[in-house]
Structure formats: structure tokens, C-alpha cells
């Protein structure tokens, strides 16, 4: 038998309640911490559902719209648009990314006309319009930087002019922010925020993705690994981090989410930036399918992986499940 009053401390007397667990809960989840990425096709079809991706579907323009008012009605911040780009679009140089009437600037333009109080973000990045799929220019086989800069700041201009409220570049190429920053300030754009994939890895994990903007028959089974981050590296995530920042990043994102949970405490801890994590389509599939199987609780484990992502030290989440999440928050 124990003494009595032994242990004096004793961490259970927290967890006795349900109100003391709350209480003392260290961190929340709110729809204030969700970002939706959404997908935009350019045809007529409502929705076209992603196989790969349970639960996610491609929208027509009109069906965007629908959406997004049902993300604003439940507190959603902002969304993220990704165009499914037509192959007939898509060239080795990506023109059609600065198409000022491209599906993404049309998308942007009627979202931001139907509702205010929501933001928009945009990807900056080649590849839903590039021929072989790399975020980058493709010159003797190789993805060349400076060049591919020039064209990522025609492309940023280009979707702020359509009401873009965030920049988010996505391709990892160097000098990318500075450039961008630069470009938007000159056309007048020094409101429209940058939210840089500053930590973005060359991960297995944006398979479903590829598959969901129709770019994963263009890469072909080719990685990306001359430009986005090794897997195995930390201190260079920091590197990345710091380089944003000094030109001009608002916000800064590191990708994959859960599998970088460690990055993501380092670079929070280190830069005190608003820090965003994307739990991208692989890691989203993966609890959604093992939901579905009966495997594991697919709506608990899918709340846990969120507020694992917050007590690392995220701000927001950019999440496929942002929608399902608020309602249920709300
Ligand atoms: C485009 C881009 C990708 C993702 C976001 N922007 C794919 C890639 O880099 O190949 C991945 C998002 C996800 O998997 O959910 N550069």
C-alpha cells in the first residue's frame, strides 16, 4: 500500500473530467486554423470525383463558387485554387500560365466577385501547365532557375490582376520570393500577401495530388528531387526558411505536414513566423482510406493528425478536410 497523500503530484487529477481536461488543454483546433485547397476544372460537369482522393472532387467554376460560400459560412479563412489544366494547354514552356483568361484567373475572378470576407490563395508553379510536368523550365533536361523566375512572376501578376489575395510559390526555385515580391510591388500589388512553401520536400506523398490536376502523366514517373527539399535533411529547412523571410515572405509553409512535424517545431520556434502545414493529399488519402476500412477511426484519427499539426507549432493547416473539419467545429 502506498502513503497515504503518495504520489503528491499526481498527473491524473487533470484528466479526471471532461471540463478539466478541457481546461487545461493546451491547444485547439478552430476553423480559423484551416485552409481548404480545392480543386477547378474547366468544364460543365458540378463535380468530378478524384479516385485517389476520398472524398475530393474536381469543381466546375460554378460549383467553386457554391463551395466556397459553404467554406465562408463556416468560418473558413481562406481556400486554395488549383486548376485541372486542359492537356491541349499545357506546353513545354508554360504560356498558359500567364494567361490572364486562364481556368485559375477566371476561377479567382468569379470566386472573389460572388463572395468577400474569404481568401484566395493561388500556387505559383509550373506544372499543371507545362508539358512534362516540372514546376520549372526544362532546357537540355534540366530545370533551369532564373529562367523559370522570370516566368513565375509573369504568372504571380497575373493571378493577382484576377483578385489572388496570396501568392504561394510552390516550385522551390531560389530567389523565387525576393523576385515575385519585387514584381507584384511594381504593378501596384503591395497588399497581395506571399505565403511561401519555403520547406517543401521531395516527398511520395503528392501522388494523389498529381493525379487530381492531371499532371502526374506528364511527370511520367520523373521526381523532383533537383529542386524540392531531400527528405532527410533539417538544417537545410531552416536555410530555405531564412532565405524567404529576408525577401519577403508573410507567411512561410512547411510540406508535407505530419511526416515534418519535427521542421515544422524547429522552423516555429526558430523564426516565430506565421507557420503553416500542409497535409498533403498522400497523408490525407492514407487516414481516409484506413477510415473507410474500418481500420482506425477515420474521423478521430484525421482530428488527431490535425492538432498534432497545431501543438508543433502550426498556425493553420492546409488541409482537404478543412470543410468536414469547421462544420464540425461550428
Ligand atoms: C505544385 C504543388 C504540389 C502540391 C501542391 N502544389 C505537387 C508537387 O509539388 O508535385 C502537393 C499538394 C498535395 O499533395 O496535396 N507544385
Not at 537540355?140 to 516566368?151: F, P
Not at 532565405?243 to 516555429?268: C, Q, T
Request: aromatic fraction near 6%; proline fraction near 5%.
Amino acid at each position: 500500500m502506498p502513503k497515504p497523500g503518495f504520489p503528491t503530484t499526481r498527473m491524473r487529477r487533470n484528466r479526471y473530467d471532461d471540463w478539466t481536461r478541457r481546461l487545461v488543454a493546451e491547444n485547439a483546433l478552430s476553423a480559423n486554423d484551416l485552409i481548404w485547397p480545392v480543386f477547378v476544372h474547366g468544364g460543365d460537369e458540378a463535380r468530378i470525383e478524384v479516385p485517389t482522393l476520398p472524398g475530393v472532387s474536381r469543381l466546375s467554376i460554378k460549383e467553386l463558387v457554391k463551395n466556397v460560400g459553404d467554406a465562408k459560412s463556416v468560418g473558413i479563412p481562406m481556400v486554395a485554387v488549383f486548376p485541372v489544366v486542359e492537356p491541349s494547354l499545357k506546353t513545354e514552356d508554360a504560356e498558359e500560365a500567364y494567361n490572364a483568361d486562364n481556368l485559375v484567373c477566371r476561377a479567382v475572378a468569379a470566386v472573389k466577385e460572388a463572395h468577400d470576407g474569404i481568401g484566395v490563395m493561388c500556387d505559383v508553379a509550373l506544372d499543371p501547365f507545362t508539358s512534362h510536368g516540372h514546376d520549372g523550365l526544362m532546357r537540355d533536361g534540366k530545370i533551369v532557375n532564373d529562367e523559370t523566375v522570370d516566368v513565375l512572376c509573369k504568372q504571380a501578376v497575373t493571378q493577382a490582376k484576377a483578385g489572388c489575395d496570396v501568392i504561394a510559390p510552390s516550385d522551390m526555385m531560389d530567389g523565387r520570393v525576393g523576385a515575385i515580391r519585387g514584381a507584384l510591388d511594381e504593378e501596384g500589388f503591395q497588399h497581395v500577401r506571399i505565403m511561401a512553401y519555403s520547406a517543401k520536400y521531395a516527398s511520395a506523398l503528392y501522388g494523389p495530388f498529381r493525379d487530381a490536376v492531371g499532371s502526374a502523366p506528364n511527370l511520367s514517373g520523373g521526381d523532383k528531387k533537383t529542386y524540392q527539399m531531400d527528405p532527410a535533411n533539417s538544417d537545410e529547412a531552416l536555410r530555405e526558411v531564412a532565405l524567404d523571410i529576408e525577401e519577403g515572405a508573410d507567411m512561410v509553409m512547411v510540406k508535407p505536414g505530419l511526416f515534418y512535424l519535427d521542421i515544422l517545431r524547429r522552423v516555429k520556434e526558430i523564426f516565430s513566423m506565421p507557420t503553416f502545414a500542409y497535409q498533403v493529399s498522400g497523408e490525407y488519402a492514407m487516414l481516409k482510406v484506413a477510415g473507410q476500412q474500418n481500420l482506425v477511426d477515420g474521423e478521430k484519427v484525421m482530428d488527431e493528425a490535425l492538432i498534432a499539426c497545431k501543438r508543433a507549432g502550426a498556425n493553420g493547416i492546409l488541409t482537404y478536410a478543412a470543410l468536414e473539419t469547421a462544420k464540425k467545429l461550428t
